[in-house]
């Protein structure tokens, strides 16, 4: 355009989602999941009880929304095992630190949790 040349990036924040130049969803998955991890700790950190009445809530309000926001447009295929797995450690995480949730295995955690 006008004789200016373009660069070229490895990756672009287009309305809140990052594309990567292979138009693979990992680093945008990479970055929901470091976001996420952050949030959990301080939802931890903020609430002296660990009431899963009131954590439960928290977490859904602030970490799934943000894990969920935008799904349709950074994976409109089915994602990787890998990127799969990094969103599931962010939950496996959280329901493992809920006082009565921390014995159980992680299929009855979220059963359990009415997730």
């Known amino acids: 355009m006008d004789g200016l ?5 490895e990756s672009a924040r287009d309305l809140g989602v990052i594309v990567s130049r292979d138009l693979s969803p990992s680093l945008h998955i990479s970055n929901i ?5 952050k ?4 939802i931890y950190r903020t609430f002296r009880s660990r009431n899963a009445d009131s954590l439960i809530p928290a ?3 602030y970490v799934r929304a943000l894990v969920e926001h935008d799904t349709v447009i950074w994976s409109p295929y089915r994602p990787t095992v890998k990127d799969t797995e990094a969103i599931e ?7 493992k630190r809920l006082p009565k949730f921390s014995a159980l295995p992680y299929t009855e955690r979220l059963n359990a949790s009415t997730y």
């Open 33 to 37: 999941v470091a976001k996420a991890h």
């Open 89 to 95: 450690t962010v939950q496996r995480r959280f329901t």
């Open 5 to 9: 040349v373009v660069p070229a990036v």
């Open 39 to 42: 949030r959990t700790a301080a």
């Open 59 to 61: 977490y859904l309000t």
